[in-house]
Nanobody, 121 residues
Framework: QVRLRESGGGSAQPGESLRLSCVAS????????LDWYRQAPGKARELVAT???????TYADFVKGRFTISRDNAKNTVYLQMNSLEPEDTAVYYC???????????????WGQGTQVTVSS
């Protein structure tokens, strides 16, 4: 069974940092890309950052230079280091991957339960 479990959310003041973690299980972690999305109240879920199987990364314009996504294949974990946080970063952050639990299954989207990040002074 594919599972994604986020942690590390919480409250921060503008300019501070937080690091999110997402521990994955139930699939071959190292051969799939992973993403962080976020959803603010009343807004659509949006892609924040992606790390591919070869460690290449992409970022949404609104986090470039402030957030860093990384992965540790030995720990089946993907991270999101968030620096210089802004109130606009307040949202529930979700870990996501498109994967399959075994070769007989179809690829499908999997999501974690989300972790709340609140940035305010």
């Amino acid at each position: 069974q594919v599972r994604l479990r986020e942690s590390g959310g919480g409250s921060a003041q503008p300019g501070e940092s937080l690091r999110l973690s997402c521990v994955a299980s139930g699939f071959t972690f190292g051969i799939y890309g992973l993403d962080w999305y976020r959803q603010a109240p009343g807004k659509a879920r949006e892609l924040v950052a992606t790390v591919s199987r070869d460690m290449s990364t992409t970022y949404a314009d609104f986090v470039k230079g402030r957030f860093t996504i990384s992965r540790d294949n030995a720990k089946n974990t993907v991270y999101l280091q968030m620096n210089s946080l802004e109130p606009e970063d307040t949202a529930v952050y979700y870990c996501h991957t498109e994967t399959r639990p075994n070769v007989l299954s179809k690829l499908r989207d999997y999501w974690g339960q989300g972790t709340q990040v609140t940035v305010s002074s």
